[in-house]
């Protein structure tokens, strides 16, 4: 990107004390207004310094601090999804609930494959609570069922007018290495009914797994995912949309059996 683009900013670490002011000057000298977050974690910064930037015009695109907060940590995330209706799988406390095995754990609050693995037997589910600690991981039954993501959008005002969901059919170190536009209403409709109790803005990405019909959500990425341009190309026009171009009522149209393969070379 620093290579192809017009030009390019070299910014600090987002924990560097400068980083907030050096992305505040990059913003006046290019004429910046709209700042689109890629990382958790810039997610999370932008939340707490939105409303200092839209007081010089420039619009960080995160939802509140609150619903951060809900998405960014899993243990959250699935408390808040069985008390709102939506289903997760089942969640096992290693200390006092039978130990139904293989489990599947995850970091709360971690990212990637590096935060998320199977576990077999007793032995090896103790050695990642001395390492992680009880209390800073999500154990939860293994599920064998296809997974999908669904990419959203909702504007400022919280409406969602587009909800695209893809099949991931071959997933790499948590990311979605080839997945396909797939036909299906319900979760759709699901979506964008988590989307509006979580108060989402911009382009979010949803994962859940579907087995037998029910829809088991894992988790919501308020941002745009490594795998989201398949939704552009069918149909999610999120960038025109944040830059101003006319939105479809009620929701858009998108194409389906698209498929993406990623390639990095």
């Not at 096992?92 to 037997?121: E, H, T, W």
């Not at 490594?226 to 999610?236: I, T, V, W």
Request: hydrophobic letters at 40%.
């Amino acid at each position: 990107g620093m290579h192809e683009g017009d030009d390019a900013v070299q910014l600090p670490s987002l924990d560097n004390s400068q980083f907030k002011s050096i992305l505040k000057t990059a913003c006046f000298k290019f004429g910046v207004k709209l700042v689109v977050p890629t990382r958790d974690e810039e997610v999370a910064a932008f939340a707490d310094w939105k409303e200092e930037f839209a007081k010089d015009g420039i619009t960080l695109l995160a939802p509140s601090k609150e619903t951060v907060l809900v998405c960014q940590d899993k243990v959250i995330f699935a408390d808040w999804c069985r008390t709102h209706g939506f289903k997760v799988a089942p969640i096992v406390d290693v200390r006092n609930d039978p130990l139904p095995f293989p489990l599947f754990i995850r970091s709360r609050r971690g990212k990637g494959s590096s935060c998320a693995v199977r576990v077999n037997d007793f032995t090896t589910l103790c050695a990642y609570v001395e390492e992680w600690g009880s209390r800073d991981m999500i154990v939860q039954a293994f599920i064998r069922a296809p997974e999908y993501s669904i990419d959203v959008y909702a504007t400022q005002q919280g409406e969602v007018i587009s909800a695209v969901p893809r099949q991931r059919l071959q997933i790499v170190s948590g990311e979605s290495w080839w997945t396909q536009t797939v036909d299906n209403y319900a979760l759709q409709i699901e979506a964008v009914k988590m989307a509006r109790l979580l108060k989402l803005t911009g382009h979010s990405v949803m994962q859940c797994f579907v087995r037998d019909g029910d829809i088991l959500w894992i988790e919501v990425n308020p941002r745009f995912g490594g795998a989201s341009a398949l939704a552009f190309e069918a149909g999610c026009n999120s960038a025109g949309w944040l830059l101003g171009e006319k939105t479809p009522t009620p929701l858009a149209p998108y194409e389906v059996g698209l498929t993406m393969l990623r390639y990095t070379q």
